[in-house]
């Protein structure tokens, strides 16, 4: 009976440190991020989708508020203790991480081949030899209309740029709608809606913007003086006090159906599908004249790295690799509507807005905002100094010519082309 009731002892004893081995062996990776606004996304749809393929590593998305999180990153950072994955912004910030030794150089990572060279350049460093973080998701600009309105008005979805006035002017001519619904109290919103939204077209994308960081261009040439010319020519289509308009005014003058085109990103896609009660359509800028080739300003807002300092490298690469996969690109575009994945296989998104803008990168060549790379390390900045400027222009408190002149100052007196 002794020897019996030993031996189950034993035997217990053998299978409860053989569970324990088995949930010891569990890998717990820690994913610092500031998309609060996701915590839900990840703990219903992308943490079950990695966990069940990838049994003994488990993943805890762990978000701080957006304006905090810098800070708390880079102190987490430097003294140890951040998670394992740490989610990138682009360009500077993350750079400088990456300069500090802080995440890991994944340029070989399995997966990278899957996005292209302007997909990793806001996570390449300016020699471009490395890559530090898995391009996760891009925003796009373009114009969001109000269907209903154009067919009340029987418009077209204009291609070029005097069809996009045509049409301008017969909104206006109607008096039911603001023809455009746009701001210039922000300042921002008059460059990212504005000046970067249909510029790429006329300095041609990557093109004019390695050329400016080169040198070979200057702000103050015509292709980059173009678009505060077009610009100008918004105002008087503006409504009235737009001056004093906010950027939050302008989505509600969009979506309560007062203005026919919005100026956009593909961030507005999830409000205004819960705020417009009519049908909507989006279209990329306008070119210039038809048979001209589009461009389109694809701008990547978020990637992700491994921590230099985790403990789990191993599990957290597998990770990574997973985000740089298709299965990753279909979850994340279609669970956020308006943040398109980078990689090079496409997705097909569900909705049908979502599906509309990114339709255009097969026609339309992809660029990123002119002044993110390189050219805003320096003071002034030249991103915040082309918020007041496209600003001045709608307002017409500058001409297109005294702007660029005022860009381009402002840059020849902190940069200087590498030679």
């Known amino acids: 009976m002794k020897n019996t009731a030993l031996k189950s002892l034993l035997l217990a004893s053998s299978l409860l440190t053989s569970a324990g ?47 905090e999180y810098n800070a708390s990153l880079n102190a987490k950072l430097d003294a140890g203790s951040a998670g394992d994955i740490i989610t990138c912004r682009p360009f500077d910030a993350s750079l400088e991480l990456f ?124 292709e980059w003086v173009k678009p505060f010319e077009e610009l100008a020519k918004w105002k008087p289509y503006l409504g009235d006090g737009f001056e004093a308009q906010t950027y939050s005014d302008s989505q509600n003058l969009f979506t309560l159906g007062r203005a026919a085109i919005y100026p956009a990103g593909s961030w507005e896609i999830a409000l205004f599908n819960t705020q417009a009660q009519f049908k909507m359509g989006a279209f990329p800028p306008p070119v210039p004249k038809a048979g001209d080739t589009g461009y389109i300003s694809d701008h990547p807002d978020i990637g992700v790295a491994l921590n230099s300092k985790s403990k789990h490298a191993e599990e957290a690469k597998k990770f990574l690799s997973w985000v740089a996969s298709p299965e990753f690109a279909d979850i994340y575009a279609n669970a956020l509507p308006g943040f398109f994945s980078l990689n090079s296989n496409p997705v097909k998104m ?70």
């Open 99 to 222: 300069n500090k030794k802080q995440l890991v150089d994944i340029t070989s990572l399995p997966g990278m081949e899957n996005f292209s060279p302007v997909a990793k350049a806001a996570w390449t460093t300016d020699d471009g030899k490395s890559t530090f973080c898995v391009p996760m998701a891009s925003v796009i600009h373009g114009f969001i209309y109000n269907k209903d309105a154009f067919d009340k008005l029987g418009i077209s979805v204009p291609k070029t740029q005097d069809e996009f006035y045509a049409a301008l002017d017969k909104i206006k001519a109607d008096g039911t709608y603001i023809p455009l619904a746009m701001g210039t109290k922000d300042l921002w919103e008059a460059a990212t809606m504005g000046y970067q939204n249909i510029g790429p077209n006329y300095w041609k994308g990557e093109e004019g913007r390695q050329a400016l960081i080169a040198g070979k261009q200057k702000l103050t040439d015509p």
């Open 21 to 67: 081995l088995v949930h010891a062996a569990d890998v717990t990776l820690t994913v610092e991020s500031w998309r609060n606004d996701d915590l839900q996304i990840w703990q219903e749809k992308i943490i079950p989708a990695f966990e069940a393929k990838n049994p003994g590593i488990k993943i805890v998305f762990s978000p701080t508020a957006p304006t």
């Open 350 to 419: 569900s909705d049908p807005l979502a599906q509309e803008f990114v339709s255009w990168r097969g026609p339309f060549k992809s660029t990123v905002r002119s002044t993110y790379q390189i050219l805003s390390r320096g003071t002034p900045n030249l991103e915040n100094e082309t918020w007041v400027e496209s600003a001045n222009v709608i307002n017409g408190t500058d001409t297109p010519k005294v702007a660029a002149e005022k860009l381009q100052k402002g840059l020849d007196s902190w940069y200087k082309p590498a030679k």
